[in-house]
DNA sequence: TATTCTCATCTCGACTATCTAGAGGAGAGC
DNA sequence: GCTCTCCTCTAGATAGTCGAGATGAGAATA
């Protein structure tokens, strides 16, 4: 019943990451079972998008990974959102609402 | 400073094509103006998104090409939105709420 | 001790929508 | 005759995502 993270909203992989690590510093599967979570099933994130993503995001100076020991005293790679990728999560957040809204216009239409 | 028709809402493009056919019957360059007008410069439409887009479309059954012609008396190619189209489109408007809600609440979360 | 389960990272090949960058043609106006 | 706008369409490339795994390590169970 849950989609994939792509569909309709693809593109918008990268924001919901950067928001997760907005709240705190997260490995990614804890990131994975967050968004699925908070999105309540609609996204399910799968491993083939996630870190490619993280690649991307820390390419691109938005994220930092550090290795640590996860509450379960297991290792893991704990993704911190930088300074630049603060700016970009906001940059990206304001976009998504310009592009809803004309889309809504759109729907919306007579 | 407007964008392509993908970005964050990539996937889009079919239910924008599908919502102005509902309107009424129309050329593929009047679709492309009318997208563009309605998303007050949003979203402009290439072409080489665009005609692929019809294909898939008219191969799915949800739109149907006819050869007419314009006001201005030239050749052009009026697509029309099939019974099956419209209900297409009221699935995927759908769905498109569905996932923009569940991305809102990602967004929001603290 | 051996096995299994869950946590957790990561890779590879393929697919598909979209982009860039055009070509081509036909009616209208000068 | 020339140019402008309308209008359709193509080819090659790119990039994000997907499906289907491999790999390994700590915890729990037998």
Same mark, same amino acid.
């Given at each position: 019943m849950s989609d994939k993270v792509? &569909?309709?909203?693809? &593109?918008?992989l990268d924001m919901m990451v950067l928001k997760t690590l907005a709240l705190e510093p997260m490995h990614g599967y804890g990131i994975a079972l967050r968004i699925e979570q908070t999105s309540r099933g609609v996204f399910r994130v799968n491993p083939g998008s996630l870190f490619p993503a993280f690649r991307r995001l820390e390419r691109a100076g938005w994220i930092k990974g550090e290795w640590r020991r996860s509450e379960n005293h297991r290792r893991a790679k704990y993704y911190a959102l930088t300074e630049r990728g603060r700016k970009r999560l906001k940059a990206e957040t304001a976009e998504w609402g310009r592009q809803t809204a004309a889309l809504a216009r759109i729907l919306e239409a007579t």
């Amino acid at each position: 019943m849950s989609d994939k993270v792509s &569909g309709l909203v693809q &593109g918008t992989l990268d924001m919901m990451v950067l928001k997760t690590l907005a709240l705190e510093p997260m490995h990614g599967y804890g990131i994975a079972l967050r968004i699925e979570q908070t999105s309540r099933g609609v996204f399910r994130v799968n491993p083939g998008s996630l870190f490619p993503a993280f690649r991307r995001l820390e390419r691109a100076g938005w994220i930092k990974g550090e290795w640590r020991r996860s509450e379960n005293h297991r290792r893991a790679k704990y993704y911190a959102l930088t300074e630049r990728g603060r700016k970009r999560l906001k940059a990206e957040t304001a976009e998504w609402g310009r592009q809803t809204a004309a889309l809504a216009r759109i729907l919306e239409a007579t």
